[in-house]
Each structure stands twice: as structure tokens, then as C-alpha cells.
């Protein structure tokens, strides 16, 4: 064989090689997505009923998929992360952990085969057959393996651009934007947004010179916290990591010469990596805050933040009357850490909309540092609460009858309400007046 023949040959081996390497990458990363079983508007699937409905996210990190799952029914809760081995057009999970809100008491043993998805070559809507192994689903009926139980959820990637009057400042919300127009505090307006574990809230306010906010946000929050301009604005933007709450939070202030606005956008830990997504929609005098992250939004909507009206939802939970139930109220010395649900198993998060004003009755030294753990009940009352607390018992009373009459629209999944826990940090200053 010539020198020519062996050039051709070596050249041929190696696009084979590479082709075969590009499928298989290919053939990895299309089970990137979400997958769902038993839940309410699930109506492909047919069979037993499943009383904890489960999800199972699969990403992607540091070259390997990893996958999630996740689901919740009243005491029981299942946090489970397997990594993921790909056999072609099948994936096996293969047991790593579970998560800090793991209950179930079902053990599993690392490596164990929780179970395996197989995609077929048919053209039905769910082509995603399941084989059962260490893991099978809460229900009293049998299950079997080789049908279809898991379905596939179509990314939803409608987004709605919310713009200040004289648009020089504008967000991307999730289409499912939530707007609270009534006077809350001092601020005239709030714009939610809810989007796979991440939340993100707008709020105009009042100027304030730039270095008190710089050493507000320095004793109170204590993360990284940078300065700059873009476009006319200046700008502070801190970021910060609670360990009581395991939760990552970005908060911006920035003004020009004649408005100022906060912005804050918040996920657990899990979902750090989806912040990204909202800060990128975020345009200063039509620039973006953050550079070289593409843009994968489809801009559905516009809206002028003159046009928009408080939305019925919120209506609806401002108007909640307090009633007088059965709670139990407990109290402990704060921890290291404090949970409330995971994002993840609900389409919308508990968001409160209203906080009681005025002094609580309690004289203090200095701000106490109170973490509130709550029941937001589908009803709109909170339930039972611990209040886990530093300092004198007398503030995390005052701080927990304040809770109390906190006005929220219940977690939601498919647009049903239902119960969750909430975690919020709270405080109140030198003269006995509340704040979040």
C-alpha cells in the first residue's frame, strides 16, 4: 500500500470515528429535557394511580448527564439524583444521592439501578417506554415495565418584555407574570416572574444616594457586591448565598437622574445555573447587564409598566381574610440551616404579596435575626409555623404573629393550589417596626 492509500485510509478512520463520537454526543444530549409521571393534567398517560407525582429533570454538567427526581405528596417528599448512563436509544439511572428535602423512607444503595428509559421509533406523542428497577412509583397498584408512563414536557419558552415608561430599562418575565399594583410599603408596584425553581421581582423605589445603599446592602446582605455604570444608570449589584436557606439571591438597585428601581432575582442551589437566564433578559438604556450569554427568548408580548393592572390572583389574596385556626407555633434556636419546599415541585411557587404594617409591640436593641418556617395553605391561611430565632424569645413572637397575617397566593401545580413550606428571613428595627 502507497503512501496515498494510507493518507486515505487514515483520513477515512478518523471522520468514521468522529462521526460515530458526534452521534453519540448527539444521541446523549437529546435525553436532555424534563419528564413527567402522574400528574394532574397528565392525560396521555393511562394506568394505576400514582399518589406522589414524579419528575425526572436530566442536565447536563461537566460533560455527563445527571438527572433529578423529584415530587411531593403531603409528608412524603422524593429528592433523588442519579447519573446517567446512555445504551443508545436507552438511559439507565443509576443512584448517586438524595437531596436535602429527601422523606421517603425507601433506601437505595449507590449505583443502584433506579431505572431505564427506552425511546422507540414510534411516532405516538409518548414514545418513552420505562423499565422499572430499584425505583417504582407510590401507588397500590402494580406497575410494568416496558410501557409508557413517563412523558416528555415541552420546553415552554414564551416570554413577555416588561419596559419602564421612557424604555430605558426593560425584563423578560415568564408569560405567567404576576403584578401587584397596590400600595405595599412604600413601593406603588411589584412585577413577579416564576420559571423552573428561578423567581424574579421588579419593583421601582425611591432614589437613595448610592453609598448608603452601598453599606445598606453590605451590613444586611454581606455577599460580593459590585459597583458600575451602564448606560445612565448607576448600578449596585450584590450577590449572595444564604446557608440557612441554601438559596442563591441577585439583587440590583440602580437609578438615573430621575427613577430607581430594585431588581431581584432568587433560585435554590439546584437551580443557581438558570439565573443566568433571567439576568440576561435584563436591558439597560438597551444594552444587556450581562454580555456573551445568547439569547434564547421568543418575545411574545410587550407591555409599558403604566399599562399593567394588579392581576385578578393577587386581587384575590389581598382581600383574604385573617381567620383564627388550630396552628402550632414552635420555637427553636437558629441552626445552621433552614428548608422550605423545593421550587421544583411546584409550576408556581407561593408568592406573599402583603406583610402587615406598623410597630409589633416589641422594644429591641439591635435587628434580631429571625427565620420563619411556614405553612402556606391552598386556603390562603398560613398554618403551622417554627420560628427559628437569635436573641430574646420575646422577638420571634412579635415576628411570628406578624407572619400570621401575611397576605400570599398558594403554590400551584398545573393551576391547582396546594400546601407547601415557606421559609422567610424577617426583622424588625430599633423601634419595634416590621420589615422583610
Same mark, same amino acid.
Given at each position: 500500500m502507497n503512501k496515498s492509500s494510507i493518507k486515505t485510509v487514515t483520513r477515512t478512520f478518523v471522520l468514521s470515528a468522529l462521526l460515530i463520537f458526534t452521534y453519540s454526543i448527539n444521541a446523549q444530549d437529546s435525553w436532555i429535557g424534563e419528564y413527567t409521571l402522574g400528574e394532574l393534567n397528565d392525560k396521555q398517560i393511562s394506568g394505576p394511580e400514582i399518589y406522589v407525582p414524579v419528575r425526572i429533570n436530566i442536565t447536563k454538567?461537566? +460533560? @455527563?448527564? *445527571?438527572?433529578?427526581? !423529584? +415530587? @411531593?405528596? +403531603?409528608? *412524603?417528599? *422524593?429528592?433523588? !439524583?442519579a447519573n446517567v448512563v446512555n445504551k443508545g436509544n436507552k438511559i439507565n439511572l443509576l443512584y448517586r444521592k438524595v437531596g436535602k !428535602?429527601?422523606?421517603?423512607?425507601? @433506601?437505595?444503595?449507590?449505583?443502584? &439501578?433506579? &431505572?431505564?428509559?427506552?425511546r422507540t421509533n414510534s411516532t405516538v406523542p409518548n414514545n418513552i417506554l420505562t423499565y422499572w428497577g430499584k425505583f417504582t412509583p407510590i401507588t397500590e397498584d402494580k406497575v410494568e415495565s416496558g410501557k409508557p408512563y413517563f412523558r416528555r414536557l415541552l420546553p415552554e419558552n414564551e416570554w413577555v418584555r416588561i419596559e419602564t415608561d421612557d424604555k430605558r430599562l426593560s425584563l423578560l418575565f415568564p408569560k405567567n407574570f404576576l403584578v401587584n399594583t397596590e400600595k405595599f410599603h412604600t413601593h406603588w408596584l411589584s412585577v413577579y416572574g416564576f420559571k423552573g425553581g428561578v423567581s424574579m421581582r421588579l419593583t421601582p423605589n425611591s432614589k437613595i444616594p448610592m453609598q448608603v445603599v452601598a453599606k445598606g446592602f453590605t451590613r444586611v446582605f454581606g455577599g460580593e457586591m459590585r459597583r458600575f455604570k451602564l448606560g445612565g444608570f448607576d448600578l449596585i449589584w450584590t450577590t449572595m448565598y444564604s446557608k440557612f436557606e441554601e438559596n442563591h439571591v441577585n439583587i440590583f438597585y440602580l437609578q438615573n437622574k430621575k427613577r430607581a428601581y430594585n431588581i431581584t432575582v432568587s433560585a435554590d442551589s439546584p437551580h443557581k445555573p438558570a439565573l443566568k437566564t433571567f439576568i440576561s433578559g435584563i436591558l439597560i438604556d438597551g444594552k444587556p447587564l450581562v454580555k456573551n450569554i445568547p439569547l434564547t427568548f421568543k418575545v411574545t408580548e410587550k407591555h409599558l409598566i403604566s399599562e399593567l393592572q394588579t392581576s385578578p390572583e393577587v386581587l384575590e389574596a389581598l382581600n383574604q381574610k385573617y381567620k383564627k385556626i388550630n396552628r402550632k407555633v414552635t420555637y427553636k434556636r437558629l441552626g445552621k440551616s433552614v428548608f422550605g419546599d423545593s421550587l421544583d415541585w411546584f409550576s408556581q411557587g407561593a408568592l406573599i404579596v402583603g406583610f402587615p404594617s406598623g410597630r409589633l409591640g416589641v422594644q429591641v436593641n439591635s435587628p434580631a435575626k429571625v427565620f420563619v418556617q411556614m405553612e402556606l395553605r391552598a386556603d390562603g391561611q398560613v398554618g403551622d409555623m417554627t420560628v427559628h430565632y437569635s436573641g430574646s424569645k420575646s422577638y420571634a413572637r412579635g415576628c411570628a404573629n406578624a407572619y400570621k397575617k401575611i397576605k400570599f397566593i398558594p403554590a400551584k401545580v398545573n393551576g391547582r393550589p396546594v400546601n407547601s413550606v415557606y421559609v422567610s428571613g424577617c426583622g424588625w428595627n430599633w423601634e419595634g417596626t416590621f420589615f422583610n
Open positions: 454538567q461537566d +460533560g @455527563k448527564l *445527571i438527572a433529578h427526581l !423529584y +415530587g @411531593k405528596s +403531603g409528608n *412524603i417528599a *422524593i429528592d433523588i !439524583y !428535602y429527601h422523606t421517603w423512607r425507601k @433506601k437505595f444503595k449507590k449505583t443502584d &439501578l433506579l &431505572l431505564s428509559l427506552e
